[in-house]
Every structure is written in C-alpha cells, then in structure tokens.
Nanobody, 118 residues
Framework: QVHLVESGGGLVQAGGSLRLSCVAS????????MGWFRQALGKEREYVAS????????YYANFVKGRFTISRDNAKNTLYLQMNSLKPEDTAVYYC???????????WGQGTQVTVSS
C-alpha cells in the first residue's frame, strides 16, 4: 500500500508561483509512474501532468504547457509540481497519483487546495 501526502498549496495572486510536493510512503516510488490531477469546484477531476518511473519522460495537458513543470526525486520518494504564471482558472484541489500499471496498484493523495486570485 502506498500513502501519498500532498503539500504546498495556498493562495496566490495571478501571475504568481507555487511548488507542490507529494511525499510517498509504504513502497518504493521508483516502481510507479506518477501524475498530478486537479478538480475545480463543480467540475470533474482532470489530468495535469505525469512523469515516468525514471523521471526521464514527462507529459503535460495543453493548458499547462510552458507554465508547469513536473519532476521527481526517487531518493526522497517525492513528486513535485512547479507552477508558474498561475491563472485564476488554475484554482482547484490538486491530487497526486501513483500508478504501477498493475491491477489495483493505483493510489491517490488527499489533495491540496490551490487558489489563484485575480
């Protein structure tokens, strides 16, 4: 079982930056592809970015390309999301996900709130 804890959310003005962290415990994070998702109030959860097990390959949703950077430190069992040039529409609860691609081996954190004021 993997336990994920996100942190780093908060209130920021438009154009500002935040860095989210997701610390994993219970298993070696290097076995998992990792990702960030978000869910705004009244909307469905949506994909933001992901990174492969080694950290060499990253993927982004079009709406964050050039503004957000996903990274990981397997030695620290930690996933990061650097968010720059934040917009009010980035306001959401951000969730960390770990997925080994094995059936049932898919884990979520409790989320961290990001609020961007205009």
């Amino acid at each position: 079982q993997v336990h994920l804890v996100e942190s780093g959310g908060g209130l920021v003005q438009a154009g500002g930056s935040l860095r989210l962290s997701c610390v994993a415990s219970g298993d070696n994070l290097s076995r998992y592809g990792m990702g960030w998702f978000r869910q705004a109030l009244g909307k469905e959860r949506e994909y933001v970015a992901s990174i492969d097990e080694s950290g060499e390959t990253t993927y982004y949703a079009n709406f964050v390309k050039g503004r957000f950077t996903i990274s990981r430190d397997n030695a620290k069992n930690t996933l990061y999301l650097q968010m720059n040039s934040l917009k009010p529409e980035d306001t959401a609860v951000y969730y960390c996900n770990a997925d080994s691609a094995r059936p049932g081996d898919d884990w979520w954190g409790q989320g961290t709130q990001v609020t961007v004021s205009s």
